[in-house]
Nanobody, 119 residues
Framework: VQLQASGGGLVQPGGSLRLSCEAS????????MGWYRQAPGKQRELVAV???????TYADSVKGRFTISKDNSKNTVHLQMNDLKPGDTAVYYC??????????????GGQGTLVTVSS
């Protein structure tokens, strides 16, 4: 199973971007998927997570601005980011935990996608 992230880029403050992460492969069942980010010189931090049941968790810094959603049919999670601020500039990583055919949890990590918020 692999994760493929997309959607980063350069945006002005106040603008929007949508990140997507698709889990591809066979013989797995999604447990949860989420986005983390790491800004230069800072530790990696949680941005938002969504479970297979649709329960969401957000970092306080993005509540009300970011929305995480999922498309079960495509094993894809989206992160809609609105009202972006320069402080949101970071490399965003998609991570997931899936259950394999043995019903064992497997942690997956995707490549990062750069989000730059600058005028």
């Amino acid at each position: 199973v692999q994760l493929q992230a997309s959607g980063g880029g350069l945006v002005q403050p106040g603008g929007s971007l949508r990140l997507s992460c698709e889990a591809s492969g066979s013989g797995f069942r999604l447990n949860y998927m989420g986005w983390y980010r790491q800004a230069p010189g800072k530790q990696r931090e949680l941005v938002a997570v969504i479970t297979s049941g649709g329960r969401t968790t957000y970092a306080d810094s993005v509540k009300g601005r970011f929305t995480i959603s999922k498309d079960n049919s495509k094993n894809t999670v989206h992160l809609q980011m609105n009202d972006l601020k320069p402080g949101d500039t970071a490399v965003y990583y998609c991570d997931a935990v899936v259950f394999n055919q043995m019903q064992e949890p497997v942690a997956l990590g995707g490549q990062g996608t750069l989000v730059t918020v600058s005028s």
